[in-house]
Each structure stands twice: as structure tokens, then as C-alpha cells.
């Protein structure tokens, strides 16, 4: 089984601290990404990355960056944490394969606060 | 990017069939469309995609309409356990290759009452 991990199911951090989010997965998935997830927003795209040291916004980067130093990890970065950035925060997945075979994995979230 | 919408929410007794719908009238012809769901307290699962034929899996089945621009998520026989959100989403391409990517929607939060 594909298994996505993030390194914390649950963190509070203060205001203006620097955050590290992070996620492995053990399945030599070529594609990752990283989602927060707010109640009435749905889930929305942060970054993506296709490669190692590749990286690609989303639809909301402002305020994170993202680092991917090797295949299986691909971590999120809150250089000056902030209230509003006190979300659900989800990584995924997924391999390269043909259109008709392809899919996302997930991990379990990390539910961040920040105070 | 081409857009979805759902229900807010549904309700279902259990062991009954529940029927998802799924509108998508400006999907492409080579956008394949994805359905995920997320129990509580979970990332989102994998559930079913389709292209232009019908397909069932050991989960639930899609019906996709002829002109493709709607779709139903069938579950034959609601649990207390399929009690999640269900999103219907539409694959982009970004790069080709392999390298997709989705959007999700809101989804509709399905309600199993025993």
C-alpha cells in the first residue's frame, strides 16, 4: 500500500515563528503536493512539485515556500507564521502513469494553530 | 480550468443506494473525471474515475452522461461508514505526460442515517 506520512498530526506554533511541515511518502512517487484545507474553502492548492528540486505554485503560495532536496520528501515552509495561517494542512502524492491508471494519494493532515 | 458543481449536502438511510450527482458543462474531451471522498478527521481517498464509459469498482460506480457533461457517483448500499464528503473533480493536464493535478470543489457532504 501507498503510504503518505506528515510528520505531525497536530501543531501549534506562535506568531512570526518559522514552521516546518513534512511529508514522505515510500511509493517513488515522481509528483507531490501540498493542499490546506479550510471549513466553507474546500481544499486548495498551495505548491506542487513534478521532480526533485522542482517546485510549482498553486493557487495560494503567499506566504509559504516549499523545499524538495530528495524524491520522497517534499516539505512546507511558513517563513513568519501567521494567524490566518492556522489551517488543515495536507500532502499528496502521485505517481506518473498513464492518463486511464492515474490517482492521488493522501496523507492524514496536519491540523496547524497558530496563536 | 473547467468547473464542478455538487450539492452542498445529501442524505441517505442506510442500506439503501445513494445517487451523487456531479454537473461539468464545460469538461474538454480528454478531462477525465475523478470522484474522492474524506471521512472525518482524514485526508481524501481515492474512489472511482471515468473517462467517457460507465465504471464500477469495489467501491461504487460512476455513470457518466453520453454528452459528458454530467456524472453520478453510485454507492449501492449506503453504510454509516461512506458518511463523508464526496468531491467530483475534473483532472487537468498541466505538463502532459503523467502530470496532473486537481481542484478541488467543496463537494457534497453525504449524511447516512441508520
Known amino acids: 500500500d501507498v503510504k503518505v506520512t506528515q510528520s505531525s498530526r497536530y501543531l501549534v506554533k506562535r506568531t512570526g515563528e518559522k514552521v516546518f511541515l513534512e511529508c514522505v511518502q515510500d511509493?517513488?512517487?515522481?509528483?507531490m503536493f501540498w493542499y490546506r484545507q479550510d471549513p466553507g474553502l474546500g481544499l486548495r492548492l498551495i505548491y506542487f512539485?513534478?521532480?526533485?528540486?522542482?517546485?510549482e505554485k498553486g493557487d495560494i503560495p503567499e506566504g509559504y515556500s516549499v523545499s524538495r532536496e530528495k524524491k520522497e520528501r517534499f516539505s512546507l515552509i511558513l517563513e513568519s507564521a501567521s494567524t490566518n495561517q492556522t489551517s488543515m494542512y495536507l500532502c499528496?502524492?502521485?505517481?506518473?502513469?498513464?492518463?486511464?491508471?492515474?490517482?492521488?494519494?493522501f496523507g492524514p493532515g496536519t491540523r496547524l494553530t497558530v496563536t | 480550468d473547467a468547473k464542478t458543481t455538487q450539492p452542498n449536502s445529501m442524505e441517505s438511510n442506510e442500506e439503501e443506494p445513494v445517487h451523487l450527482p456531479c454537473n461539468h458543462s464545460t469538461i474538454s474531451g480528454t478531462d477525465y473525471i475523478h470522484w474522492y471522498r474524506q471521512l472525518p478527521s482524514q485526508g481524501p481517498e481515492y474512489v472511482i474515475h471515468?473517462?467517457?464509459s460507465n465504471v464500477n469498482n469495489r467501491m461504487a460506480s460512476l455513470a457518466i452522461a453520453e454528452d459528458r457533461k454530467s456524472s453520478t457517483l453510485i454507492l449501492h448500499r449506503a453504510t454509516l461508514r461512506d458518511a463523508a464528503v464526496y468531491y467530483c473533480i475534473l483532472r487537468d493536464d498541466i505538463y502532459g505526460a503523467g502530470s496532473y493535478q486537481l481542484t478541488f470543489g467543496k463537494g457534497t457532504k453525504l449524511s447516512v442515517i441508520p
Open positions: 471515468g473517462l467517457t
Open positions: 511509493m517513488d512517487h515522481e509528483n
Open positions: 499528496a502524492s502521485s505517481p506518473i502513469l498513464a492518463a486511464d491508471k492515474w490517482e492521488l494519494y
Open positions: 512539485s513534478y521532480d526533485v528540486k522542482m517546485k
